[in-house]
């Protein structure tokens, strides 16, 4: 893998990730959020941590692209970008979401819908990741 291709997908994985979670939290969810605003930090307090966001989202990005060039097979990508993604979302957003809902006083159906929003966003990251990053003789 190429050091260019590597640094493409991070970068891509990067904006991804975080257009991805900008549509899920802050446009799609946020009637939920308001809802139940005493489970939540304030806006102000929320933007004065959000370059810790900002770094979480690139470490995840870059960890996402190291592990999967390091299993990436001589396959379509598109499968197993999707493979990926999959497998990307049961490791985080599942196991994330349930522990969140055991953990605090919030409605279930806001972690399900953390599940599925963030669950679509591994996916298409899985996919952005595979088409950079396959290897040339898949391509």
């Known amino acids: 893998m190429s050091t260019g291709k590597t640094i493409g997908a991070m970068v891509a ?5 975080s257009a991805g979670m900008y549509l899920v939290h802050d446009v799609w969810l946020m009637p939920e959020y308001r809802a139940t605003a005493s489970l939540w930090r304030t806006p102000d307090a ?16 870059i960890a996402a692209v190291l592990i999967y060039i390091h299993g990436v097979e001589q396959k379509s990508w598109i499968g197993q ?8 979302a049961l490791v985080t957003t599942v196991y994330g979401s349930v522990m969140s809902w055991v953990t605090m006083p919030m409605p279930h159906i ?30």
């Open 13 to 17: 994985g990067f904006a991804v990730q």
């Open 46 to 61: 929320i933007n004065h941590n959000m370059w810790a966001m900002i770094l979480a989202n690139a470490i995840f990005a």
């Open 81 to 88: 970008g999707i493979r990926f993604g999959i497998l990307l």
């Open 110 to 139: 806001l972690a399900v819908h953390w599940i599925i929003g963030e669950g679509i966003v591994c996916i298409v990251l899985g996919l952005v990741i595979a088409i950079i990053a396959q290897p040339k003789a898949a391509a």
